[in-house]
Every structure is written in C-alpha cells, then in structure tokens.
C-alpha cells in the first residue's frame, strides 16, 4: 500500500509539472506583457515561461506583473562605468516610485531582473543590493554603445 501511494503522489508531481509546461506563456505567444522591468525565477511553474536569448536552452518564469513599467522612467543616459570603462544606460525613475524599486531589490537580492520591450527580453541583470536611490542600469557588456543607444531610444518612445 505504502508503495502505490508513493507511486501516486510522484504521478501527480510530475502531472503537475507537464501541467505547468502547458500552462506556461512564451513571451513569443499569446501573452503581451507590458513594457518594464519584472523579477524572474526558476520556481513558480505558473507564472509565463520565457526563453533566455542570451543562453541556449535555458529557461526561466517571471511573475507576470511588472515590478515597475516604463513610464515609471524619468530619464535616461548613457555614461561611462567606473568598473573597466564600460559603457552604461543609467535608468533614472521618477522619485514617485522610488520605494517600489527600494521594495523589489531589497527582496530580491542574488534573483534577476529582466527588462521587457515589445514582448522582446533586453537586459537579464542579476540584482546585488537594495537600490535606495530610484536608479538602475544596464551594462552594454559587449554588445555595444549602439545596443544601449537603441534601448535608450526604444525606451524614450
């Protein structure tokens, strides 16, 4: 009996699991999310399940609400970062959500966040502390002044 039970319950984890696969959104699909900026993760099999661009066969879930939209955005520049000379796009919000930001980077230490343009993934950034001052940014790495360029551009639209 101990054993059909055990069987049992690993039958309904793992229906639960390929319910949650079909459950799931690609951004590609039928979901359009709002433009902004959302925390990922790789464990709320319900939330909308996304495609990493930057790494093949790798996936994550993000919770399908926004932590902040892009008309939370007051204004944008692009400056040299004081780590190796790296160019960077500061994100200034408006002071109004400040604490939203303050809220979802102290809860989110060592999690992602991801920047969402056109239902199109732009910045996988890995959040290090609370952020108190309403700012983020995003590195261009090696994709580029021109890549930070076209975000910023996107993004004054």
């Known amino acids: 009996m101990i054993k059909c039970l055990r069987f049992g319950f690993l039958l309904i984890v793992i229906s639960n699991l390929a ?3 079909v459950d799931s959104t690609f951004v590609k699909g039928e979901l359009k999310l709002e433009d902004g900026f959302y925390i990922l ?3 709320k099999f319900r939330n909308p399940l996304l495609n990493n661009p930057f790494l093949e066969n790798d996936f994550f879930f993000i919770d399908p ?3 902040l939209a892009t008309d939370a955005i007051d204004r944008l520049e692009i400056v040299e970062s004081n ?3 790296d160019q960077i796009l500061v994100v200034y919000f408006r002071e109004q959500h ?10 989110n230490i060592s999690k992602s966040i991801v920047l969402i343009l056109q239902n199109e993934i732009i910045d996988i950034s890995q959040i290090m502390s609370k952020i108190e001052n309403g700012t983020s940014a995003i590195f261009a790495k090696d994709r580029g002044v021109s890549f930070l360029k ?5 993004l004054e639209k």
């Open 19 to 21: 319910q949650a696969q």
């Open 41 to 43: 993760t790789k464990d």
């Open 65 to 67: 609400e926004p932590v």
């Open 83 to 85: 780590f190796g000379g």
């Open 98 to 107: 400040w604490d939203d930001w303050r809220m979802a980077t102290q809860n």
């Open 150 to 154: 076209k975000i910023k551009e996107k």
